[in-house]
């Protein structure tokens, strides 16, 4: 298997095919969109804060499976971490795309996006939907491009 | 069918004999006719033309004028100064659109483009109409992709100033009637302006018959170097345009209180110009000319009649655009289920290049109901097999994707 198939493993085409939190939040406290202007990719990301917690986190948009399955991997793990906690795996995460993170720091389940760094083109796309977490939880523009 | 070069007289394909290069519409690959050629001018008549009162500087001068000569041919322009270098066709259309836009269009005015135009043909024209308190329209497409003149001809009045439209559409192959279009625009006094950038690499053009005000191209696209295009007008249009930029070569005479401008085509080259890039376009030139631009063509629609019938053929494959017969090597589609962008990653396993995005289309994108396609274009050093490698890649991303 060449490295190209190993970044395309059945998780990722799971989460691609049946994108977990794929939907609109009603009672989100911050809606934010996040653009990869190259591509044209969009994704809106949902987030319901309960204080300094991430209640709830959902998306929906249309993008790559790289960018489906990371969305679809991020909603899930973010649930329930608070504001740092979410800030330290944005930053471990993008730290693994752009191949410079140890990555034991990570979640294993996150690993899988450990490829995308041998393909300068698609990092973006796997970083699209932390880039958008990371503009949410910072006071949030309502819209980011990566 | 085979390719109607050979492939050795492409440095960078015959060092990689598995690559299956199916992006021309983006860029075209070199001959090495054409990196010989500029080297030659480097190593043999280098120095600033048009300054020089030696022997060398008026080599250089030569060069460079020999080579307008043999763009303007390729082109048909009679009137070889009608022939403007610049950057390329986005820096051709920008000129347009500030130098003559600005002098000629007015608040309530009004300027066409195509809902098929690359973005250089479409943000420039936007931006003036704003600058200006101009009104922007974009012409409705045919179900194919091309602009749909009968509702252009009822679009147009008095107030259109500018109807810019594509050649040749670079997502879908579709070739536009230019000439019905400029007849158009010439019939209530507004000026044509055609991207050229995919129709000047893959058919014959003749700038004096097409009878469109402005045709711009990229040598890029056609076998020549990054950076260097044209802007062919017709010489009433360029002479009344104001100069885009000023600066040396492009003065008479240069006062205290006031400047005055030198003659077309010096008037719009203002700097030293990059000689090497129209000496490299020339070669291009020469080059398909010694080919023939109708085998060119006919070349192309041969390969994107396999392609087209043997793409469409796999289930869940989308072709956009226009029929096999009536469309340049370009062909776009979408897979189900699969993103256009995931298709070039496994598409670039093997080696196999194509496009995948909007293809700086964003207005035909919306048109065309989805974000995103993947492009495969051909051109000349491409052949059947190319088209077998890029099916099976297909097929296999497919297989890689099935639902479970």
């Not at chain 1, 309960?50 to 998306?59: C, E, P, V």
Request: net charge negative; charged share 20%.
């Amino acid at each position: 298997m060449t490295d190209t198939s190993a970044l395309y493993q059945e998780v990722i085409l799971d989460h691609n095919r049946r994108p977990r939190n794929y939907c609109a939040m009603a009672d989100a406290t911050i809606e934010e969109r996040g653009v990869n202007p190259l591509c044209g990719d969009e994704l809106t990301l949902y987030l319901r804060m309960d204080g300094d917690r991430i209640a709830d986190a959902s998306f929906q948009g249309s993008g790559c499976a790289i960018s489906r399955a990371s969305a679809s991997m991020m909603t899930s793990i973010v649930k329930g971490k608070t504001r740092a906690e979410a800030d330290a795996l944005i930053e471990q995460f993008r730290g693994m795309a752009t191949g410079q993170t140890v990555l034991d720091d990570l979640p294993p389940t996150l690993r899988v996006f450990a490829g995308v760094a041998r393909l300068p083109q698609r990092v973006k796309c796997a970083v699209l939907p932390w880039h958008a977490l990371h503009s949410a939880l910072t006071g949030g523009t309502g819209s980011t491009a990566v | 069918m085979s390719a109607i070069v050979p492939r050795s007289d492409f440095s960078l394909l015959s060092a990689n004999p598995a690559l299956v290069y199916l992006d021309s519409a983006a860029t075209a690959q070199k001959p090495r006719a054409v990196l010989d050629a500029m080297n030659d001018f480097y190593e043999t008549d280098y120095a600033n033309p048009h300054r020089g009162a030696y022997a060398l500087s008026a080599r250089a001068t030569e060069r460079y004028a020999r080579a307008r000569e043999a763009v303007a041919r390729f082109f048909g322009v009679r009137d070889e100064a009608c022939v403007i270098f610049t950057r390329g066709t986005t820096d051709s259309l920008n000129v347009v659109a500030a130098a003559w836009g600005r002098a000629n269009i007015g608040a309530g005015d009004e300027v066409i483009v195509t809902g098929a135009e690359h973005h250089a043909n479409f943000v420039p024209w936007q931006q003036i109409a704003i600058e200006r308190g101009a009104i922007f329209t974009i012409c409705p497409l045919t179900a194919d992709g091309r602009a749909d003149v009968e509702v252009l001809a009822a679009l147009v009045s008095e107030k259109t100033k500018v109807i810019a439209f594509n050649h040749v559409s670079n997502v879908l192959g579709a070739i536009n009637p230019v000439a019905e279009i400029a007849a158009i625009a010439r019939s209530v006094g507004a000026l044509s302006v055609c991207d050229g950038a995919q129709g000047a690499p893959h058919m014959a053009v003749s700038f004096d018959a097409l009878d469109v005000d402005i045709y711009a191209a990229s040598a890029h696209k056609m076998l020549g170097p990054m950076g260097t295009g044209v802007l062919i007008g017709r010489r009433e249009i360029l002479d009344a345009m104001p100069p885009y930029q000023t600066g040396g070569d492009m003065i008479a005479f240069v006062g205290d209180e006031q400047t005055t401008w030198n003659v077309l085509p010096h008037r719009l080259e203002a700097g030293t110009p990059n000689v090497a890039g129209a000496v490299g376009l020339a070669a291009a030139c020469d080059y398909l000319t010694a080919i023939g631009m109708d085998a060119v063509a006919a070349h192309e629609r041969a390969l994107v009649k396999v392609a087209h019938e043997r793409v469409s053929a796999i289930e869940g494959v989308r072709v956009h655009g226009p029929s096999a017969a009536e469309r340049s090597g370009v062909l776009s589609f979408t897979v189900a289920d699969i993103h256009p962008h995931d298709l070039a990653t496994l598409l670039d396993e093997r080696s196999i290049c194509i496009r995948a995005g909007h293809h700086c289309a964003q207005p035909l994108m919306r048109r065309l109901g989805v974000t995103a396609t993947a492009r495969a274009s051909f051109y000349v050093y491409n052949d059947e097999n190319d088209v077998e490698q890029l099916v099976e890649a297909l097929k296999s991303a497919k297989r890689l994707f099935a639902v479970a």
